[in-house]
């Protein structure tokens, strides 16, 4: 009797293991971060940021990634579904429309991205952003005649028609 018990509740405790193990959550997490602050010809700035995030899960499929951005002081912050983009054979999530209100320049300093997996798993990355002069990028445009996007090594910023 004690050996069918014995063998009973060592099942169970394989079974309760296995379950356990199949049920967990995959581990979510994002790398590779790509933040590149730009200013339209019209003077507007912005932020074009990227991430590449993983589940954990062994299936290629497409992820459904929230992301909310935050401004070195805090007082402002975007929310959005992230766009999937491929690169250099990598898949990217983000977004290249994080705008400045009119007439604000895009803080510098230390940002904040919180990265939200369907299931609720977030990770939280900092990124720093600088630049120089804005205005100078934008002369440096005009005089150079270019009409598609163009990025000036000398202000860290990248002009948009």
Do not use: H
């Amino acid at each position: 009797m004690r050996t069918i018990r014995a063998a009973f509740l060592a099942l169970i405790s394989i079974l309760a293991i296995s379950l356990a193990i199949s049920c967990s959550k995959a581990e979510f997490s994002a790398s590779n971060l790509q933040a590149q602050p730009y200013v339209r010809r019209d003077g507007k700035m912005g932020l074009s940021l990227y991430v590449i995030p993983s589940s954990g899960s062994k299936k290629k499929t497409d992820l459904a990634v929230q992301m909310v951005v935050t401004s070195p002081d805090g007082n402002l912050s975007w929310s959005f579904e992230a766009s999937k983009v491929e690169y250099d054979k990598l898949t990217y999530y983000g977004s290249s429309d994080i705008s400045m209100p009119d007439g604000r320049a895009l803080p510098k300093g230390k940002w904040t991205v919180d990265v939200i997996n369907s299931d609720g798993s977030t990770v939280t990355l900092d990124f720093d952003i600088s630049y120089t002069d804005a205005s100078m990028a934008l002369e440096n445009y005009s005089i150079l005649g270019l009409d598609g996007p163009w990025f000036d090594e000398k202000s860290n910023l990248t002009v948009i028609p």
